[in-house]
């Protein structure tokens, strides 16, 4: 396998220590950044960011006082980006299917085989990774937008459905040739060379933005 | 008396008026006890059957009369709702089949009552020579028959107070037999020397001018100033009774029917049940029916009281002779017996004692299987540490970056995760292995530090367990068999932790206490738990009594024989400060063990 390039990041949370640690060491061992962490408590004390390279967390589901389960219902509550994978004894099935449902990333049951879980680890990274690209274009169009008047927005808007300069000065109660002008501001602004490229920028920003 | 019967029937007829009767076109049957036959009773009884009838219209009133054998089996037959009959009669009835008196009849003392119960002896004026009842030792009474209340019983029983005794032939009855005009015949004719005349009827003679005044004289006249001069006490009138099956409305209604009759005539005077007291007493006294099985003691004393002391003498040789003669033939036979006995005794505790083996060694498996899910889990904690070393380090070596830092650091985590699950496997075998009991001297902390060791071993996330440690220096050592007390002691962890897994507290601390008690050592488990229903609490240590889905029942009722085996109780009590349950029991201490043999 290829190891990744920059420095992703893996946080095992688990009270067992040597199992703990047996993680660590393997994850080292594929060349991942792995860190541990003794307890949820630990975690939730200075919740790292997630790195730009990405990453993700690997949980014990039971864990005394904070299990895993509870500490992923934090984390979603605090709008966390963090991939969650989680780690399950025997007869723990039920608990993993309800985390899935929450949005884990998936579950392995222990003892479990390192490829399986090297490929899930990865595939989470990749996971964090795509998340924090879709949400740095967000904000770039989000910032784009942002830079519109508030009549630009509206004409923005009425491009980006496809209608004509004719119809969007009726629309206004504008002339047309204000409307041409308006147009002109809001290509230059936003960096577009047409109406459907505008209302890809407009849809990326907010997936319900062309809503009526 | 009056005004208080009254009283009673007010109140009787108000709490009627509220259950409307269920008597309904029910059929009323009275029997009546008579003497001389239906067409007289009929005559004397007929007024309060008509009243009756006329208190109850929905209901057909039906007299039925009966001398004292005809009224029981009709009785006895089911034939009758109710009796009338006299006191001692009635005592009888109630004794033999459960007749409940509703009424008594009512005597006027200044009435010469048909009724009035009670007795007169009666002599010719003539006879100076007796003036009380104590005069007729050795006389001849005129008596009606034997089973007569005033005719016979009452003047018996007086007799019998004054130490004369008709049965001992002190005085001799002469049984006329009825009507009792006869004993009047029987005097006259001078076959007896006394006559028993119901009380009232010597005065009620001479009033209807039958017999000259003066003609008799009373015996030991009582209450001098009552209109009717008697020899002996009087007794309660005649019982109005309800057979056992009469239903109950019908005996009220017919009660309250009876305490609203009113008229001159006898029949119809009928009071609250009276007292029957002095009847039992008196028939006691007697040792007749119902008491009659009194006799029949009284009756063996007399025998051997009288017993020729030579026979029992010549019996007492004979039977030393047989019994000389017997010994021998039995002492060998016993002998015999005995040792047979004790074999099979023997045989009998050594099989119990095998098959006590076998149950604990079952009852070890029974707890070991409802451990083993989650020693499943905990050796896979250690069994997942090192595989993942394992691949690790080939996973390194493949990539060219082994260094000998990180084998180092593999292998010691391999090997100590390896002697950890044989930790745990050695802990299992040890327990589970079959072995002979055997009673040794060991320190009771300790001990339980062993079995709290093995406990946690078993579970991946033991919860904190508390030991308190009241023992004195001189007091640590106990006198039991380990391994059993420690499968106890594994059993009462496991239920506490059990308990606490049902309220999902896998982590609720368990306490365990260990102190003195008397010349024994106690030790207490306890969790906070839910605690038990008190209906579960009583069949805790029942076999096959679980609440658990998993469970098989085995563990307590295992669990208690063994502290018993140990001459301990244990128990399970409510803790005051909080829930939970806490299971205590005491285990021979050491020093107290060289009292004791077990």
Redesign the interface.
């Known amino acids: 396998m290829i190891p990744p390039k920059s420095d992703p990041i893996v946080h095992v949370i688990d009270d067992e220590t040597s199992f703990r640690r047996s993680l660590v060491f393997l994850l080292e061992s594929a060349g991942w950044t792995a860190c541990e962490h003794e307890s949820a408590e630990n975690f939730l004390a200075a919740p790292p960011a997630l790195p730009a390279e990405g990453g993700c967390l690997v949980l014990d589901i039971r864990m005394p006082r904070i299990s895993g389960i509870e500490l992923q219902r934090r984390l979603t509550a605090l709008d966390s980006p963090w991939p969650i994978i989680f780690i399950t004894g025997h007869g723990d099935v039920d608990l993993a299917v309800q985390a899935m449902k929450d949005g884990a990333v998936d579950f392995l049951q222990k003892p479990f085989k390192d490829q399986a879980f090297l490929d899930t680890i990865e595939r989470a990274v990749e996971l964090s990774r795509t998340r924090q690209q879709a949400s740095r274009r967000c904000n770039e169009a989000r910032e784009l937008l942002a830079r519109l008047s508030p009549r630009e927005s509206e004409v923005a808007r009425r491009l980006a459905l496809g209608l004509s300069n004719k119809e969007i000065g009726r629309d206004l109660s504008i002339s047309d040739n204000t409307v041409h002008v308006h147009r002109q501001h809001v290509m230059e602004k936003t960096g577009t060379g047409s109406a459907a490229e505008l209302a890809r920028l407009i849809l990326r920003a907010d997936p319900n933005g062309l809503d009526q | 008396m009056d005004a208080r019967s009254s009283t009673f029937v007010r109140l009787c007829v108000l709490l009627l008026a509220w259950c409307p009767t269920l008597v309904g076109a029910s059929e009323l049957r009275i029997g009546v006890l008579a003497w001389f036959g239906d067409r007289t009773a009929a005559a004397q009884w007929q007024a309060l059957g008509a009243a009756l009838q006329a208190r109850l219209p929905a209901t057909t009133v039906s007299m039925a009369y009966h001398d004292m054998d005809g009224l029981e089996n009709a009785l006895a037959a089911g034939e009758l709702d109710f009796i009338i009959t006299n006191p001692g009669h009635y005592v009888v009835l109630e004794a033999r089949h459960r007749a409940t008196r509703i009424a008594t009849q009512r005597i006027d003392p200044s009435h010469d009552s048909e009724h009035a119960v009670g007795s007169a002896v009666i002599v010719p004026s003539e006879r100076t020579d007796l003036r009380t009842l104590d005069d007729l030792r050795g006389k001849r009474i005129a008596a009606t028959v034997p089973d007569g209340f005033s005719g016979w019983l009452t003047v018996w029983a007086e007799l019998k107070r004054r130490g004369i005794d008709p049965e001992r032939e002190e005085v001799t009855p002469l049984f006329a037999g009825l009507p009792m005009s006869r004993v009047l015949d029987s005097l006259d004719r001078g076959e007896v020397d006394a006559g028993i005349l119901r009380v009232c009827l010597l005065e009620h003679l001479v009033r209807q001018g039958r017999l000259l005044e003066g003609r008799y004289r009373v015996l030991s006249p009582q209450e001098p100033d009552a209109p009717c001069r008697r020899s002996t006490p009087t007794y309660p009138g005649w019982a109005f009774a309800a057979a056992a099956g009469t239903p109950d409305a019908l005996a009220r209604a017919t009660l309250v029917a009876l305490l609203s009759l009113d008229g001159s005539d006898d029949v119809l005077r009928w009071g609250v049940p009276a007292d029957y007291h002095p009847v039992h007493a008196m028939l006691r006294e007697l040792q007749v029916a119902p008491y009659e099985f009194l006799r029949e003691h009284s009756l063996e004393a007399q025998i051997l009281r009288y017993w020729p002391i030579g026979a029992i003498l010549l019996a007492v040789l004979l039977m030393w002779l047989i019994y000389t003669l017997r010994v021998e033939v039995l002492v060998q036979r016993r002998t015999r017996e005995l040792s047979a006995a004790l074999a099979a005794h023997h045989e009998i505790e050594e099989r119990m004692k095998t098959q006590r083996q076998k149950m604990d060694h079952l009852s070890r498996l029974s707890i070991l299987g409802e451990l083993s899910?989650t020693l499943?889990?905990e050796l896979?904690?250690?069994?997942?540490?090192?595989?993942?070393?394992a691949?690790?380090?080939t996973?390194?070596m493949w990539?060219g970056?082994l260094s000998d830092d990180?084998v180092a650091?593999?292998a010691h985590?391999i090997a100590?995760?390896a002697e950890r699950a044989a930790g745990i496997l050695e802990g299992i075998r040890d327990f589970a292995r079959k072995r002979v009991r055997q009673r040794e001297d060991c320190d009771a902390a300790k001990l339980v530090g062993e079995i709290v060791a093995l406990f946690r071993g078993m579970l991946?996330?033991a919860p904190e367990i508390r030991i308190n440690d009241k023992l004195p220096e001189e007091r640590r050592n106990i006198h039991v068999d380990r391994l059993q007390i420690q499968q106890v002691l594994l059993n009462l962890l496991k239920n506490a932790y059990d308990a606490h897994c049902a309220i999902d507290q896998a982590?609720l601390p368990i306490d365990i206490v260990l102190e003195p008690a008397g010349e024994r050592t106690c030790i207490a488990v306890r969790d906070h738990g839910p605690g038990l229903a008190s209906e579960d609490q009583a069949r805790l240590f029942e076999p096959f009594f679980t609440t658990k889905s998993d469970g098989m029942g085995l563990g307590l009722s295992i669990c208690k024989s063994i502290i018993e085996a140990h001459a301990g109780q244990l128990v399970a009590v409510q803790p005051d400060d909080g829930p939970g349950l806490c299971f205590s029991f005491t285990l021979p201490s050491a020093v107290s063990a060289r009292h004791d043999p077990t």
Request: proline letters at 3%; aromatic letters at 4%.
């Open positions: 899910g499943a889990h896979n904690q250690p069994l997942a540490t090192i595989g993942n070393y691949r690790s380090l996973r390194r990539s970056k990180a650091q593999a985590e100590g995760q991946a996330k982590g």
